[in-house]
C-alpha cells in the first residue's frame, strides 16, 4: 500500500516536473531518443531488445561511427563484456541491413588531438573543463591508480575522440547509469555534468520518461527521484551569483536578428579611426543569434554560464567561462546560450569591411 503511494506521488512529482520545463525548452531530437534506448540496452546486456534498437538508431539518421563510438564509450560505464557484447550485436545489425539493400551512412572517422601532451595532462584538462571543477576524492587518495586510469583511459583517451561531442556523450553515459542498479550517486553527479554541458532539465526528465517506459519502470521512478533531487538543489542550472558579473546587461535586443531573449551592452562603437566594436551580450538559456557572418571576422570571449558556438559545416562547440573563440572573415556562423544555461560572451567585432551580414534563423534541429 505505502509503496503504491509512493509510487503515485512519484507520478504526479514526475508530471508536474516534465509540465513546468516543457514549455521553455526544446526536447531531445529523434536520434538522442534512439541514442538513449541503445546506451541502456547494451549497458544492461540485453541484446535482442538492443538489435531493435541499433536499427531504429540507423534508421534515425545514426552514422556506423557515431553508433560504435557509443558502445565504445559504454565500456567505460558498464564494462568491456557488455561493450564487446554490444559490438558484435552491430556487426551483425550491419551485415543484416547490408543483405537486404540498405546503405548506412559510416559517419566522421574520430580525430585525436593531444597536441604533444600526454594523455594523462589530456585526460585531466578534459575532465575539469567537463565538470566544471577539478575532482578530490577520497577514495582517489585511497587507491590513486583509478584516478589516473579515469583520467587516462575514459577522459582522456575517449573524450579526445571528437566523433561525438560532450553533451551526446553525457546522454550516452546518463542512460547508461539510469538503467543500472546501484550506481545513483555516479547518476547523481552525471544529471549535473549533463547541465552543465548543455542537456536542460526538459531534456533529462525526458531521457529518464524513455527509461521508465521503455526500458525498466523501477529504474525510470529511482532515475527520476534522482534527477528531481539534482533539480531542486540546482547546482549548475541557474547562475544567480550575480556580483561576479563584470558588465551590466544593457538594452534587451528587440531586432529580429536573435531568438530568444538576450541583452547587449555596447562598450565600444566603432568609428572613423577605430574599426572595431565591443558588446557584453547577455544569452537567456535557449536564445541565439541568427546563422551571421562578419566581413572583418570577430572574437568572443565566455564571461559566463554555457554557450554553443558553431560555423557552417562543422560541429557545435561548448563554450564555458573563459574560452576563446576566432570567428574568421566571412564564415556563417551563430552563437548563443545552451538550453539549460544562460551564457554571457564579449563579441569584440571588426567592422573594416563593412557590418554584420544577418543570414537565416537557426532551426531548432541546428540548435539541438
Ligand atoms: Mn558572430
Given amino acids: 500500500m505505502l509503496k503504491k503511494i509512493l509510487f503515485c506521488f512519484i507520478m504526479i512529482i514526475n508530471q508536474t ?9 526544446i526536447s531531445l531530437s ?27 538508431g540507423l534508421n534515425a ?32 545489425v550491419l551485415e543484416e541491413r547490408k543483405s537486404k539493400g540498405i546503405v548506412d551512412a559510416s559517419g566522421k572517422e574520430p580525430v585525436i ?58 546522454i ?23 547541465m552543465y554541458n548543455g542537456l536542460s532539465q526538459t531534456q533529462l526528465a525526458e531521457l529518464v520518461t524513455i527509461i521508465e517506459t521503455k526500458i525498466n519502470i523501477q529504474r525510470g521512478i529511482v532515475a527520476h527521484q534522482v534527477l528531481q533531487s539534482v533539480i531542486s538543489q540546482k547546482p549548475y542550472v541557474k547562475i544567480e551569483n550575480t556580483d561576479a558579473l563584470i558588465f551590466e546587461k544593457g538594452q534587451k535586443i528587440d531586432n529580429d536578428n536573435f531568438v530568444g ?26 536564445a541565439r543569434t541568427k546563422w551571421h557572418l562578419h566581413p572583418s571576422g570577430q572574437i568572443l570571449i565566455a564571461l559566463d554560464g554555457l554557450g554553443y558556438y558553431q560555423e557552417k559545416g562543422s560541429p557545435k562547440r561548448l563554450l564555458h567561462k573563459g574560452d576563446v573563440v576566432q570567428c574568421p572573415a566571412n564564415v556563417p556562423h551563430w552563437h548563443g546560450a545552451s538550453p539549460g544555461q544562460h551564457f554571457i560572451q564579449i563579441a569584440i567585432t571588426n567592422t573594416q569591411n563593412g557590418p554584420t551580414v544577418w543570414l537565416e534563423t537557426v532551426t531548432d534541429e541546428e540548435y539541438n
Fill in 261 to 286: 531573449t538576450a541583452w547587449l551592452n555596447q562598450l565600444i562603437r566603432s568609428d572613423s579611426r577605430n574599426k572595431i566594436q565591443v558588446g557584453s551580450v547577455t544569452f537567456e538559456p535557449g
Fill in 61 to 92: 539518421g545514426l552514422s556506423i561511427n557515431e553508433v560504435k563510438e557509443i558502445l565504445v564509450q559504454l565500456y567505460a560505464y558498464a564494462g568491456f563484456p557488455r561493450s564487446l557484447n554490444a559490438l558484435n550485436n552491430l556487426m551483425s
Fill in 172 to 194: 550516452v553515459t546518463i542512460s547508461a547509469l539510469a538503467s543500472m542498479e546501484g550506481v545513483e550517486n555516479q547518476l547523481r553527479s552525471h544529471f549535473g555534468v549533463g
Fill in 113 to 170: 588531438s593531444l597536441e604533444g601532451r600526454s594523455i594523462l595532462q589530456t585526460g585531466t584538462e578534459n575532465q575539469t573543463k567537463l565538470i566544471g571543477k577539478k575532482i578530490e576524492g577520497e577514495v582517489y587518495e585511497f587507491a590513486p591508480v583509478i584516478d589516473q586510469f579515469l583520467k587516462e583511459h575514459l577522459f582522456g583517451a575517449i573524450f579526445s575522440r571528437d566523433n561525438l561531442d560532450w553533451r551526446t556523450r553525457e
Fill in 30 to 56: 529523434p536520434k538522442e531518443k534512439c541514442i538513449v534506448v541503445i546506451s541502456a540496452y547494451a549497458a544492461q546486456g540485453n541484446m535482442n531488445k538492443l538489435q531493435i534498437a541499433l536499427n531504429d
Fill in 17 to 25: 516536473l516534465f509540465a513546468q520545463t516543457q514549455k521553455d525548452s
